[in-house]
């Protein structure tokens, strides 16, 4: 049982409350009024600043901060309500910070709630959904106001419960990033690479001539669809959150509907139009180029769409993706909460054009160096997508209470009944193996571990002399294989009533009493049945190779840490199965379990063939063997 079930069973056996957040927080919202910005002075933080509202660059005189009733402090949450809703940041610094209308701050009451704990139960799929439920679809941008962030509910377990579930996350969280940096870096080597070549290629033109983008280009805003008539199928409506940074994003959350183009034909869009968004903190940023498998789309208003057929349309795109865009429209957005720019802003955009032939040549070039960074934005930025989504299955799980009255489902049993038909644990293992090379792992959570009560086996065995059954013994269990020298067979017993022990291909086993920690792996099925006294290790063959499990077990290091510490704190020469399925395990990935073994398997082999006449070379390459398999399956421990 682990800590956290511990604590579930002990301080809310019966499950755990469900509050509305304004009984166990404060909730308050920023400043009404677009402030007068200083150079100087006190942090002003909107949405755009909510991964880090202390890296903004906006600041307010301090006497205008000292008009402000409620000041943030540490451990205080802000919260998104504006836009994208319920993004959370916890405050850990005492630095004054002023916010905008656009953000709630949410003062947790310290006796009831953890600050990061709250951080994670908004950010859940049952505070999601709660939030969803009271968010006005119908603004522009969608919105939730002040009264309604503080009527969700979310559970609330005692303040232990909390800090175990933050503690857990936080681990996580910290692997999930350091995977995302590795990742990510990369994505951004790859991308500056790309960069540095379309700039030099697209800039390099001294004498060529520059329009504006409606001197030769159809330009057209989208039409103001009624939000109230959306439909959940029919005509998907290319809006501005489906435009992110050079891409488009069609996921079915994002997505809205109408239900025909009659009467709106104008605004269908074709193959190869651009799309900019024309609000948000990314305008400027946000522009994609629609493709045939997007289609039929709708345009709506605040999104403008970019036509030609006099100019390469592909190479308009990359010279708009080249930063000159961005930078423009930096010059020209509006201030305020939510920047935006006009059509007549993006129709007055400058853009170099050579003749079509050169174009052409540019645009091979850049789509075939987009190419490479595309192949990269199916893979690495999936992987971090994946993690993201592992990350948040886990956060889900565990913060997923049943209320009082009702029986609780605590996370580990969660997992127990999700592990095979998810892969989620699977997927953390090799996430560790990623990153560290390696996964330390209780072998309890990816093997069976079970032995055969002397009793039970008495019951319905008899021993035979001959047969075709042998039931494995301790004694035929020795230095890593198998020893038929003296075996007891099954007679005719009832060997129905023996499924417990019957022995499968890759079953390892360990004797766990008398002489203890010799081990073998199977390699016949329908042949041998288990004996007491030996304990069965069926593991989880998509993450473990029985064969390297079987070396692993045999070396010193595995010895010193968790068998001769268990044997040394017991006067009994014997080891419980609950201790064997704690044993620790080092685990790399498959592959390099398997190159492992190979190399093992021919040291072994080397000295299996010279066991006929050499006994001095047989010692001799059976320590050097015992050196390399040590030297093999010894791990540095991470930091």
Known sequence: MSKLEKLIAELCPDGVKYYTLNTVCNVYDGTHKTPKYTDSGIKFASVENIADPYATEKYISISDYEKYKIKPQRNDLLMTRIGSIGVCTVLESDEPLAYYVSLALLRPNNNELNSRYLKYAIESLHCR??????????????????????????????????????????????????????????????????????????????TTVYKRLGDFCDLLSGFPFDSSKFKEDGIRLMRGMNIKRGYLDFAEENNRYWESTDGVEKYLLNDQDIVISMDGSLVGSSYGMVSKKDLPLLLVQRVTRIRTNQANIRY???????????????????????????????????????????????????????????????????????RQKQYEFYRDQLLTFAAQGETILTDRQTDRQTDRQTGEYSALIRLCQYIFGYASIELGSIATVTKLAGYEFTKYVTYSDQGEIIALRGLNVKKGKLDLSDVKYIDESDLSKLTRSKLCIGDMLFTYVGTIG??????????????????????????????????????????????????????????????????????????????????????????????????????????????????????????
Request: proline share 6%.
């Open 129 to 206: 959904k709660e939030l969803r439920k009271r968010t006005l679809v119908n603004a522009v941008p969608i919105k939730i106001n002040m009264g309604n962030i503080g009527k969700i509910t979310l559970p609330v377990p005692p303040l232990p419960v909390q800090r175990e579930i933050v503690r857990i996350l936080d681990n996580f969280t910290d692997l999930t990033e350091g995977l995302n940096r590795e990742l990510a870096a990369e994505l951004t080597a790859r991308k500056k690479q790309y960069a540095y070549y379309r700039d030099k290629l697209l800039h390099n033109a001294t």
């Open 316 to 386: 308009v795109y990359h010279y708009i993706a080249s930063g000159r865009f961005t930078e423009y429209v930096h010059k020209k957005k509006t201030a305020g909460a939510i920047p935006h720019i006009s059509l007549k802003d993006i129709s007055n955009f400058e853009v170099p054009l050579p003749s079509l032939e050169i174009q052409k040549r540019l645009v091979e070039v850049l789509d075939n160096f987009d190419s490479i960074c595309t192949d990269l934005n199916i893979g690495l930025p999936a992987e971090i997508e994946a």
């Open 518 to 639: 010799q081990v073998a792996v199977i390699h016949e099925n329908d042949r041998y049945y288990l004996a007491p006294n030996v304990a069965l290790i069926r593991v989880d063959k998509t993450l473990v190779d029985p064969e390297y499990m079987r070396y692993f077990f045999q070396t010193s290091a595995f010895w010193e840490t968790q068998i001769n510490r268990l044997l040394q704190s017991s006067s009994m020469q014997n080891i419980p199965m609950e201790k064997i399925r704690k044993f620790i395990l080092q685990i790399p990935s498959l592959d390099v379990q398997s190159r492992i073994v190979n190399v093992l398997d021919n040291f072994d082999a080397i000295c299996s063939d010279l066991k006929i006449g050499l006994p001095a070379e047989i010692e001799s390459r059976q320590k050097q063997y015992e050196y390399y398999r040590d030297k093999l399956l010894t791990f540095t421990p991470a930091d």
